[in-house]
């Protein structure tokens, strides 16, 4: 246990972590550093959570001590005690504070879901002002459900940590402004690229070898089925589960309904709309509606999955080569969530609009589209209009990968690098 705290804790020496990438979570971390409520960070497993507490605690360094700091990180085997008895984690507090000889503050509390009762700690904790700060993270959207919220209503705030946004990747690379862009055009391109095949996981961003990318992202894989979707949901039929999420991966950005999936696998509706909340509980995969001004009608349309991360397609889809319109769709998709666009549905009546979002009571309408050419430019371009004239959308953008080699295009087009400029526009042309 000793050693275990130990290793887990290099902060107790007061030297801040280095290596890590700047996160722009942390600024909205850091505005509630000072209040009581417990922050919980949910997100897929390997997002950059633990990375989140690494940037947290080097910002706590500044003024504090080391040592008024413990981190914890479930996952660990030598807390396997703990997973059925979260009352052990007391036992954890006293070890700790037994080496530092100081009384812990700040509590870091990591993939926190293999504990059982672990709500009941953390309640109690908070309410007996234990600490000055709790910090947790889990890799299960239930986490923050049924009987996980009621114990801690009113006594947290959370937030979603994603894979690196494109943004964050060509910060990085201290590529920070359009003219920057411009000078490192060529790789800006090398790292779209990169993104859109191997995704943006930060460890696997960080590889420069194509095998080990392969490598990390298949152990990922194997573990969120395997530990956060069938030992979490106990499932037992792990072969259609398997088939279904292969299936699934290799068919993202195609409308689909129950029924449809289910015969191809050979099970039922129940089962595949309960594998999908599975999924989508785990954080792999994203499910979007139809959009239709009728709630009944939207409900009640196919769907439409994305997939998290475009690694996570590279290594799990079962097709030998993934349709680059599709990857790029995904790729696209993940951009707008992870700039806070969370309604976002598709359109397909009288005309196809690959996204229709809902911000701020406004809807916009994006085409996505790998590259604009001769070939496509009529179906691309009529598609967003009609779309946009059928639903009374005056906002409408077709994002490419690369900047088109056509000239005068009616609509605004965006390259994926400067996927962020619609957030600034559209924040410039509601606010008229």
């Known amino acids: 246990m000793e050693v275990t705290l130990i290793n887990q804790n290099k902060h107790w020496s007061n030297k801040i972590y280095s ?10 971390l850091l505005l509630h550093k000072n209040s009581k409520e417990v922050q919980i960070l949910l997100g897929i497993r390997r997002s950059g959570k633990s990375t989140m507490f690494k940037l947290f605690i080097n910002e706590i360094l500044k003024t504090k001590s080391g040592k008024s700091i413990l981190y914890i990180n479930f996952d660990d085997p030598n807390y396997y005690e703990t997973w059925k008895n979260a009352s052990l984690i007391y036992h954890i507090i006293e070890q700790a504070e037994k080496i530092t000889s100081e009384k812990i503050q700040y509590l870091f509390l990591d993939e926190v879901q293999n504990v059982e009762a672990w709500e009941k700690f953390v309640k109690s904790s908070y309410d007996a002002a234990l600490f000055k700060k709790i910090f947790v993270t889990g890799s299960n959207s239930t986490l923050l459900t049924g009987n996980y919220a009621k114990m801690l209503s009113g ?4 937030h979603f940590v994603y894979p690196l946004s494109f943004d964050e990747i060509k910060k990085s690379k201290k590529i920070n402004n ?23 996981f930060p460890e696997v961003f960080k590889q420069n070898v194509k095998q080990i990318k392969e490598d990390i992202l298949m152990s990922y894989f194997e573990t969120i089925l395997l530990k956060d979707c069938i030992a979490t949901k106990n499932i037992r039929d792990v072969r259609t589960f398997k088939e279904f ?3 699934l991966i290799s068919n993202l950005a195609t409308p689909y309904s129950y029924n449809s999936i289910a015969k191809v696998i050979g099970s039922n509706d129940g089962t595949i709309k309960d594998y999908f909340s599975v999924l989508s509980d785990a954080f792999l995969i994203f499910e979007i509606d139809q959009f239709s001004f009728k709630y009944k009608e939207q409900i009640k349309s196919r769907k439409k999955a994305y997939c998290i991360d475009n690694g996570l397609i590279h290594i799990a889809s079962e097709r030998f080569s993934a349709n680059k319109g599709q990857l790029f769709e995904n790729m696209v998709f993940n951009e707008l969530i992870k700039l806070g666009y969370n309604q976002i549905y598709y359109y397909n009546d009288n ?6 979002i809902k911000h701020n ?8 589209c790998f590259e604009i050419n001769a070939q496509n430019i009529e179906r691309e371009i009529g598609g967003l209009n009609k779309a946009m004239k059928h639903l009374n959308i005056s906002c409408g953008y077709i994002i490419t990968m690369d900047v088109p080699k056509i000239k005068n295009i009616r609509n605004e087009v965006i390259c994926f ?10 924040n410039k042309y509601f606010a008229n």
């Open 155 to 158: 006594r947290y705030i959370s």
């Open 351 to 356: 005309a196809e609009c690959d996204f229709i």
């Open 19 to 28: 290596g890590l990438i700047k996160r722009q979570l942390l600024q909205k």
């Open 417 to 426: 690098w400067e996927i962020e400029k619609i957030t600034k526009d559209t």
């Open 245 to 247: 999420s292969v299936y």
């Open 361 to 368: 009571q406004k809807l916009i309408a994006l085409q996505v």
């Open 178 to 200: 359009r003219l920057s862009i411009l000078q490192n055009r060529s790789k800006v391109i090398a790292l779209t690229d990169n993104m859109l095949q191997f995704g943006s």
